[in-house]
């Protein structure tokens, strides 16, 4: 299996423009997580899914941040408008529903100018 | 909800030398992961620890969850130049009902240099 994989790996942006940041997940999963990480507040969790159905939003900072999973392969975080203090790299992790053990993709580091 | 405090947030060492690093939580877990980052990568799983008391290894990694289920500690031995990075805990709390996996909590993260 080819891990977790996330697209694009870096993302340049001016502010105001949207950014749409992709995952798929391994083969089988069950869960789906979205991580931003920031030297300031370290590994946060934004989002996560269960069997494509968003589970528990209560990280997503505030409306201009949205995720969806269309189907089991396939997960997106869009930031519209995007602002330079949402700058990060963004992870997006998959695990199966017998184990806790989460697998991380290389992670997507945005900046915003 | 849940806290996981992790120390040092630093450590320099010379290559050869001990480490030690734990965590701590105001809630139970069930479940403590370890894991390790290189700059540029996302975390990698280095150690999974399921049972309070477990102790556990990998090659040089030893980790243990704490009886309390509060808390845990990654020991590496004979630290080698390659161990540089940041290690992570994480903990997934513990689910009433029990069936389900919810969702896993890190630690601020420790951020580990080795002296050649």
């Known amino acids: 299996d080819a891990g977790v994989i996330q697209s694009p790996r870096h993302e340049v942006t001016e502010m105001g423009q949207e950014v749409t940041l992709r995952c798929k997940p391994i083969?089988?999963?069950?869960?789906l997580f979205w991580y931003r990480q920031t030297m300031m507040r370290g590994l946060e969790l934004l989002i996560y899914f269960n069997n494509n159905v968003p589970i528990d939003d209560s990280g997503m900072p505030e409306d201009r941040f949205s995720a969806k999973m269309p189907n089991a392969s396939f997960s997106t975080l869009k930031i519209q408008p995007s602002e330079p203090r949402d700058s990060a790299v963004y992870f997006c992790?998959?695990?199966?529903?017998?184990?806790?053990?989460?697998?991380f993709g290389q992670g997507t580091r945005l900046t915003v100018v | 909800g849940q806290q996981l405090n992790q120390s040092p947030q630093s450590m320099f060492i010379q290559e050869g030398e001990d480490v030690s690093m734990n965590c701590t939580s105001s809630s139970i877990f069930n479940t403590w992961l370890w894991y390790k980052q290189d700059p540029g990568e996302g975390p990698v799983l280095l150690i999974a620890?399921?049972?309070?008391?477990e102790l556990t290894s990998n090659g040089r990694l030893t980790a243990q969850f704490g009886i309390t289920r509060k808390d845990s500690f990654l020991n590496i031995s004979a630290s080698i130049p390659s161990d540089v990075g940041i290690y992570f805990c994480?903990?997934?709390?513990?689910?009433?009902?029990?069936?389900?996996?919810?969702?896993?909590?890190f630690g601020q993260g420790t951020i580990l240099t080795v002296h050649p």
């Open positions: 994480a903990g997934q709390p513990l689910v009433p009902g029990g069936t389900s996996y919810g969702k896993l909590t």
């Open positions: 083969s089988g999963h069950d869960y």
């Open positions: 620890l399921y049972k309070a008391g």
């Open positions: 992790a998959s695990r199966g529903d017998d184990s806790a053990q989460a697998f």
